[in-house]
């Protein structure tokens, strides 16, 4: 079946370092991915998205890179801070324009001071 | 700013009541979904709902029902709450001609 996953469970980072979170997805068919942000008990934020005509993308400290060969899917967030702590997951729209998503699991990040 | 409301952040029912959790947004999407979200499984979509008074199961739609009257809302119903049914709810929207969801704040069902 479909899936997406995340290679590890718990990130944990210096404050000030570069953080990479990867996304590992299985469905080639799939031409748009998203990153969300989860704090504690709140519901998941969008943070940024990619479709698959492109590698990369920024935003305001964030870059998602997305390589369809292999398909996986990561997210850096540079100068990591202590708000930056929470449990990130990406999705992948799947194939058949549904409008539904298909969610990883999820990593912690956890960012040391 | 798209914004997504959800009736309850925390909600404490009893085994066999009938519960009904609200969302609403206000950016006139035409899809709604409701998800519930466990450690270790994840989100898995329970309804989705393209347009008024339609409604479609999603992975896990045993022992809930949705109804959507109105384009802005879209209630998910416990018909009989169990224990297994104790879990963090999610609503999302998502307008025309993206695959963008936008989620409200959740709101944490407990069972007892």
């Known amino acids: 079946g479909e899936s997406v996953g995340l290679h590890l469970p718990t990130l944990s980072v210096q404050e000030g370092d570069n953080s990479i979170i990867n996304c590992a997805y299985s469905?080639?068919?799939?031409?748009?991915f998203i990153w969300y942000k989860q704090e504690s008990g709140k519901g998941p934020q969008f943070i940024i998205d990619?479709?698959?005509?492109?590698d990369k993308r920024q935003g305001q400290r964030v870059t998602v890179l997305l390589n369809k060969t292999v398909k996986h899917l990561s997210l850096q967030i540079a100068a990591t801070q202590p708000g930056d702590s929470a449990v990130y997951f990406c999705a992948e729209n799947g194939s058949g324009n549904t409008g539904k998503l298909i969610f990883g699991q999820g990593t912690t990040l956890q960012v040391k001071p | 700013d798209v914004k997504v409301t959800q009736s309850s952040r925390y909600l404490v029912k009893r085994t066999g009541e009938k519960v009904f959790l609200e969302c609403v947004q206000d950016m006139d999407h035409e899809n709604m979904f409701w998800y519930r979200q466990d450690p270790g499984l994840g989100l898995r979509l329970i309804y989705f709902s393209y347009d008024v008074k339609m409604k479609e199961k999603g992975d896990i739609p045993e022992g809930y029902s949705v109804s959507r009257e109105k384009k802005e809302r879209f209630s998910l119903i416990l018909e009989s709450a169990s224990t297994n049914q104790t879990s963090m709810y999610l609503c999302?929207?998502?307008?025309?001609?993206?695959?963008?969801?936008?989620f409200g704040p959740g709101t944490r069902l407990t069972v007892l």
């Open positions: 999302a929207s998502r307008g025309p001609g993206t695959d963008t969801q936008y």
């Open positions: 469905n080639s068919a799939s031409d748009y």
């Open positions: 990619i479709r698959s005509n492109m």
